[in-house]
């Protein structure tokens, strides 16, 4: 298996997660703000958080400035939807991958192992493509 450079997009990935880092704000969020929820306001707060794949705050703060700035349009939402739909697939793709790179270890060398490694990198430029494609809509998006 040849060994291909990672891309920048790989690279800034949280381990374990397959997820990017989030761009540091200009200027940096230093005001915070305290309120109350119910338990079952809470937790449909974190479930719509969860299903943007975005942390609670980060959620909140977003969509708190959109509806402040007048950028929040009900024709989001079935782009949010498609974005969702996309990342599960790259999620997917990824597991895929590592499946792959698991059978190639356990195969006895020359065993088909050229081939499986090759389907595993192509499985991760697979999840790289479909990152950027995903990271393109989440820019549009307000």
């Known amino acids: 298996m040849s060994e291909e ?19 540091r704000q200009s200027p940096p969020r230093d005001k915070t703000i305290d309120f109350r ?7 449909a707060l974190r479930e ?4 943007s ?10 969509t708190v400035l959109s509806e402040v700035k ?3 349009k009900p024709e989001h ?3 949010r939807a498609l974005l969702e739909e996309l990342m599960q697939v790259g999620g997917e793709i990824r597991q895929l991958g ?8 356990e195969l006895h060398p020359g065993e088909l192992t050229q081939q499986l490694g090759a389907d595993a990198q192509a499985c991760a430029r697979l999840v790289d ?8 809509i989440c820019r549009r998006l307000p």
């Open 70 to 72: 007048g950028t929040r």
């Open 5 to 23: 450079p990672i891309s920048k997009q790989a690279a800034e990935r949280r381990p374990g997660t397959g997820r990017t880092k989030r761009r």
């Open 98 to 105: 590592v499946t792959l790179d698991q059978v190639a270890a």
């Open 129 to 136: 493509k479909v990152d950027r494609v995903a990271d393109a």
């Open 53 to 62: 794949h975005w942390a609670l705050r980060a959620f909140v703060a977003h």
């Open 48 to 51: 719509a958080a969860n299903r």
């Open 37 to 43: 929820l119910t338990q079952q306001e809470y937790a």
């Open 77 to 79: 939402a079935e782009l």
